[in-house]
């Protein structure tokens, strides 16, 4: 299972790191993908990064604001969010896709484990 943490409320132009920590399987081989949901929107790819680490993406929308890392001794990956905006709002999703060493990208269904997400508030 993956499970994300890191959210909350923040002020616009602040930073928040959500983390992704999985269980049970060895990260390494696992893509790794950021989606949200805002409220009446539909879910939206915002970065993944490849099993080695070598390759991200990013939507448009957070490209460098958003940075995603992966800690593989940890088994745990994290989205760094600086710049937030209160378009950013929204809940924030962690999942992995199998045997993705070399590319990631954001189509759903591809990924095979989600979290349950985390509710990040961007707010004055």
């Known amino acids: 299972q993956v499970v994300e943490s890191g959210g909350g409320l923040v002020q616009p132009g602040g930073s928040l790191r959500l983390s992704c920590a999985a269980s049970g399987f060895i990260l390494d081989y696992y893509a790794v993908g950021w989606f949200r949901q805002a409220p009446g929107k539909e879910r939206e790819g915002v970065s993944c990064i490849s099993g080695s680490g070598g390759v991200t993406n990013y939507a448009s929308s957070v490209k460098g604001r958003f940075t995603i890392l992966r800690d593989n001794a940890k088994n745990t990956a994290y989205l760094q969010m600086d710049s937030l905006e209160p378009e950013d709002t929204a809940v924030y999703f962690c999942?992995?896709?199998?045997?993705?060493?070399?590319?990631?990208?954001?189509?759903?269904?591809?990924?095979?484990?989600w979290g349950q997400g985390t509710q990040v508030a961007v707010s004055s």
């Open positions: 999942a992995v896709e199998r045997d993705r060493i070399k590319t990631c990208g954001f189509r759903e269904r591809d990924y095979d484990y």
